[in-house]
């Protein structure tokens, strides 16, 4: 089975641009989630997409944003750009099964904020 | 509070040796799954081990153990035999399940150095 794809690998930006990052989750696997990996804060979770709707939100601002499509697969999006959102964003697909719920991990798009 | 605690910032083990890396959570929830995950320099985040809560015996998979230690609130990762390729961060990362699904939490991560 293909694992999870996240595109682009990196990207650049400059200050009050916006950012579009997309997810291919594994075949099968309808959740979808986000985080955010900063040398200083670690990782942070974003937001959680299932069936095309967001179950699970963390605490980033409205700046920050996701959704989700028919085929599973999900896109972020980060408006006005900020130095502080330069980052390393894993996305991360799984099958719901309460605890035991196992997430799989894309190589993730590193996003540099100029 | 901080709900996943990694002490060890960074560790070094010999090649071929065994090493343990510490991990600590905080949860009033009953039911509750722990995971180690590990992360080398490209990036990826490479699920290792599972534990639940209600598991009565520790996992294993391959060269990797989880010595849980329910009492304590610790579920340490145990590599037997490190390998050179066994450098990375390493995560310990929990979900609670009190009703449907809730956001992995994570740890700050602890970086192991294999020296040959």
């Known amino acids: 089975k293909a694992g999870v794809t996240q595109t682009p690998r990196y990207l650049i930006k400059t200050r009050g641009q916006q950012v579009t990052l997309s997810c291919s989750p594994i075949?099968?696997?309808?959740?979808v989630s986000w985080y955010q990996q900063t040398p200083g804060q670690g990782l942070q979770f974003l937001f959680e997409?299932?069936?095309?709707?967001?179950?699970n939100k963390g605490n980033f601002p409205g700046r920050f944003s996701g959704r989700q499509f028919s085929n599973s697969r999900s896109e972020m999006n980060v408006s006005t750009l900020e130095l502080g959102d330069s980052a390393l964003y894993l996305c991360?697909?799984?099958?719901?099964?309460?605890?035991?719920?196992?997430?799989?991990f894309g190589p993730g798009t590193r996003l540099l904020v100029l | 509070a901080q709900k996943i605690t990694q002490t060890q910032p960074g560790m070094f083990v010999q090649e071929k040796e065994a090493v343990t890396l510490d991990c600590t959570y905080d949860?009033?929830?009953?039911?509750?799954?722990l995971f180690w995950y590990k992360q080398p320099s490209s990036g990826e985040m490479i699920f290792l081990i599972y534990q639940g809560s209600y598991d009565q015996q520790n996992a294993t998979e391959g060269r990797y153990s989880l010595n849980f230690q329910k009492a304590r609130k610790s579920a340490n990762l145990v590599i037997s035999a490190s390998q050179l390729g066994d450098s990375a961060m390493y995560f310990c990362?929990?979900?609670?399940?009190?009703?449907?699904?809730?956001?992995?939490?994570f740890g700050k991560g602890t970086r192991l150095s294999v020296i040959a």
């Open positions: 990362a929990m979900r609670e399940a009190p009703s449907g699904n809730t956001p992995l939490v």
């Open positions: 075949s099968g696997h309808r959740s």
């Open positions: 949860t009033s929830d009953p039911s509750y799954g």
């Open positions: 997409y299932f069936s095309e709707t967001q179950r």
């Open positions: 991360a697909s799984s099958t719901p099964q309460g605890a035991q719920e196992t997430q799989y």
